[in-house]
């Protein structure tokens, strides 16, 4: 399934968070991380075993998307809804790229994203009609006015900015729950992260 990513024009190791990478994460439950790992090791043909399954499938890209098709039916014994019927799936990286309860029209890494934003704005600049809030609402196919909601928000989150008046928006405990993970981090590596997620945007 890897090879069959990494063979797609350009060919070559994707993105971590490109939307192939993730979809695949997403679908066998393994980080994107350790997956684009395995991608650099497929690259470098670092064992026999994937330099086998390169001479094998490499060239022919009917037999490769045959065998991922394969791959792909026998999950779960072809019956995967009642395979795994009643087994918990403990989710970890799959709820940033899931729809909110709160807003299906957003997910934690847009917040992520969002929250980059916040970083590099002064509160008097985070309205809709500022340059950047509008780059970024046009990237995640939003309203700009969403995107200054969310900026919002997280003014109320911030311990800085000690606003005192109540936020009643939907958005407050999303937005709290992604300040906690990120808020408190070294910007510098907040903004790596936004730039690896943007790929999947």
């Not at 072809?78 to 019927?85: I, K, P």
């Not at 970890?92 to 890494?109: G, I, V, Y």
């Not at 910007?187 to 943007?198: D, I, P």
């Amino acid at each position: 399934m890897l090879m069959e990513i990494y063979l797609k024009k350009p060919v070559g190791v994707k993105p971590i968070y490109s939307r192939s990478m993730v979809d695949l994460s997403m679908e066998l439950h393994i980080p994107p991380e350790v997956l684009h790992n395995r991608m650099c090791q497929l690259e470098t043909l670092k064992t026999p075993r994937i330099e086998r399954i390169w001479n094998t499938y490499s060239k022919s890209p009917q037999k490769l998307a045959r065998a991922v098709r394969l791959l792909r039916e026998m999950k779960g014994f072809g019956l995967a809804e009642q395979f795994y019927d009643g087994v918990e799936v403990n989710e970890t990286f799959e709820k940033d790229f899931k729809p909110l309860d709160e807003d299906s029209r957003l997910t934690p890494a847009m917040l992520i994203l969002v929250l980059d934003l916040y970083f590099r704005l002064t509160p008097t600049v985070m309205e809709a009609r500022t340059p950047e809030v509008v780059e970024l609402a046009r990237l995640l196919k939003l309203k700009p006015a969403i995107v200054q909601e969310i900026l919002e928000v997280f003014q109320h989150c911030d311990p800085y900015l000690n606003r005192r008046d109540v936020s009643f928006s939907q958005l407050l405990l999303p937005c709290q729950q992604v300040w906690q993970r990120y808020g408190n981090v070294d910007t510098a590596k907040l903004e790596a992260k936004a730039k690896e997620l943007k790929e999947y945007f």
